[in-house]
């Protein structure tokens, strides 16, 4: 017994240590979207005491959206909440691996999502599953959406900061949309960078929303799909549980359901196995049967089918107190950060209007520095240009002096030259009419030669005759002294005047006793014949050398007007030219004219 006793003492007392160095916590890892938590659980805890201690380190309230999700094998599970997390079908690794992730979805999300930080985790989800292309979506809303994430990370857009590739290391679009165009990544860049411009003022919970609202209108936003297949005939088709209901897919398409069971019009969903059955609510309508080929995957789909109702259920009551309490806070805080963004806008603009005011009184500061140093040296040549200026107006003084005293004498000389030049027209015109009566005088002289000629012509006739008259006569006068005188006595005489022709004719008619001729007579008449006969000569001679001397005096007067001509041309091409010539004196024979009958004289003025 004593035995017995002892081995009964020694096996508790092995038991007892066995359990003492049995561990009493284990590890967890809980990935959010944005962060990676480590906790040490205790080995009694169930789901709902690791769900909530995550909910408190984040800081989330609105629990009922949100999960731990698992990888079990080939699927995935999210983890119970009345249950011990060591006894479910978690990893048994060291830390055990969560997911904190939305498990359900609202239906609209700018009604039901209240808390920042719940907007911030579905935003990151939904991106991530974008991105990921588990959410089918168009490559311009994918564009938009790249726009409003940017604006959520970045802000304001600035040129300054945001230069041409600051997104190349961001992933903002779907491969497919990336490879779907032939587009480099900086001309996407600028296509979101042009839509980004646009949403100046967003703050970053603001630009989530907008990019959750958008995200909300596409097809594939919130379903979970299940492979399944239909009674007996074995078609493979897709399930997807929202938060609208239960829609049925073809295998190839995703987006367009061929048939949908909406939350209110289904009245039960049951499974045995692999079989599940949603029954309508109008009984009229058929039974609707579908197999799964894994029991894990029917929870799955239960779970997710029971806890979509729920909501569905739970958004058509009032709010509960929680709610509206998170609501009302959720609505102070908004309008507190709301009133805060004003400030901060306000204390930015002030801030950026002080910095531009510092920078424009600093630019204008080195401006009137830049002025005042140049108004120095603007100064101290002024000063040098005022002695210059003082020196030039002196010797401008000087020189208007002299410009007056030259344009006195310019104003006299001008006055002279206008005197001299009516003295030249004066003289021209005198000149001219001299050269006219000269010219007239000419022609006076020119016709009185040639009736001098005529009358020289008719006195050579005249002589001539009276030379055969003096020599007829001389041949009577030696007939008649032959008979009467002796002809020594005829020879000594002087010879008789030569008698005119009708006296010739009268002597030869008379009778020879009557005439009574002496030597004398007629050496008389010829010495007067033979003197009027050299003046006439001398006449002529004389009236020829007159006729040169006017030709000569004529051609003179011609040489001078043209000289004259020359000169008052000159003139005129130097006033032109701004230059007065010396005034030119022209020394000019005026000819004054004064005829008796025969005689011409010129006389030098």
């Not at 991530?128 to 994918?142: G, H, R, Y």
């Not at 039960?268 to 894994?294: A, G, M, R």
Request: proline share 4%.
């Amino acid at each position: 017994d004593q035995e017995a006793l002892f081995d009964r003492n020694v096996f508790k007392m092995s038991i007892l240590g066995l359990k003492k160095k049995q561990p009493k916590t284990f590890k967890v890892k809980v990935i959010t979207m944005d962060a990676e938590m480590e906790f040490s659980c205790e080995v009694k805890w169930k789901g709902k005491d690791l769900f909530d201690l995550v909910c408190r380190t984040v800081g989330l309230r609105e629990t009922w959206f949100f999960g731990l999700r698992y990888t079990v094998k080939d699927t995935y599970a999210w983890l119970k909440p009345d249950k011990r997390v060591l006894d479910q079908e978690v990893p048994k690794d060291s830390p055990i691996t969560f997911n904190f992730l939305a498990k359900f979805f609202p239906e609209k999300v700018e009604e039901e999502l209240v808390q920042e930080i719940t907007q911030h985790l579905f935003f990151l989800q939904v991106k991530k599953q974008i991105l990921d292309e588990e959410i089918f979506c168009s490559p311009e809303a994918s564009v938009l959406l790249a726009s409003y994430a940017v604006q959520a990370k970045y802000g304001d857009f600035d040129t300054n900061f945001h230069k041409p590739g600051f997104l190349a290391q961001d992933e903002l679009l779907p491969k497919t949309v990336s490879i779907q165009y032939q587009m480099t990544a900086d001309m996407w860049e600028e296509k979101i960078t042009a839509w980004y411009a646009e949403h100046r003022g967003l703050a970053r919970d603001e630009a989530e929303m907008e990019y959750l609202k958008i995200a909300q209108d596409l097809e594939m936003y919130g379903v979970s799909y299940f492979e399944i297949t239909q009674n007996k005939r074995d078609t493979n088709l897709l399930l997807g549980v929202d938060a609208q209901g239960l829609h049925i897919y073809s295998p190839n398409s995703k987006l367009a359901p061929n048939k949908s069971f909406p939350w209110s019009g289904i009245r039960n969903i049951s499974y045995s196995e692999k079989e599940f059955t949603i029954k309508p609510l109008d009984k009229k309508k058929d039974v609707f049967k579908f197999y799964s080929s894994q029991l894990r995957v029917n929870k799955l789909i239960l779970q997710l089918c029971i806890g979509n109702h729920d909501l569905f259920m739970r958004r058509r009551k009032v709010d509960s107190i929680e709610v509206q309490q998170m609501k009302a806070q959720a609505k102070e805080e908004k309008a507190r950060k709301k009133m805060e963004r004003q400030i901060l806008a306000r204390e930015k603009q002030m801030r950026e209007e002080a910095e531009r005011a510092k920078e424009e009184m600093e630019r204008r500061l080195f401006q009137l520095q830049d002025e005042a140093r140049l108004a120095n040296e603007a100064l101290l040549r002024s000063e040098e240009t005022a002695d210059l200026l003082a020196e030039k107006a002196q010797i401008a003084e000087e020189e208007a002096k002299l410009l007056a005293h030259k344009a006195a004498e310019a104003e006299q000389e001008r006055q002279r030259l206008e005197v001299t030049a009516m003295k030249t027209k004066e003289e021209k015109r005198l000149m001219e009419q001299k050269m006219r009566e000269a010219e007239q005088l000419a022609v006076k002289l020119v016709e009185q030669s040639e009736r001098r000629l005529k009358e020289a012509d008719h006195l050579k006739q005249d002589l001539t005759e009276a030379k055969d008259a003096e020599r007829r006569a001389k041949q009577k006068l030696l007939e008649i002294t032959k008979t009467t005188y002796p002809l020594i006595a005829a020879y000594s005489a002087p010879p008789a005047p030569p008698a005119p022709p009708e006296a010739a004719d009268f002597a030869c008619e008379s009778p020879p006793a009557r005439l009574d001729f002496k030597d004398s007579d007629m050496k008389r008449l010829s010495m007067e014949i033979e003197r009027e006969r050299l003046e006439y000569m001398e006449k002529s001679k004389h009236l020829q050398d007159q006729l040169k001397e006017l030709k000569s005096e004529i051609e003179s007067l011609k040489l001078e007007e043209q000289q004259q001509q020359q000169a008052s041309l000159y003139n005129l091409h130097s006033e032109a030219r701004g230059y007065i010539p010396e005034p030119v004196y022209i020394a000019h024979s005026n000819v004054r004219m004064s005829h008796s009958c025969n005689v011409i004289s010129f006389i030098d003025a």
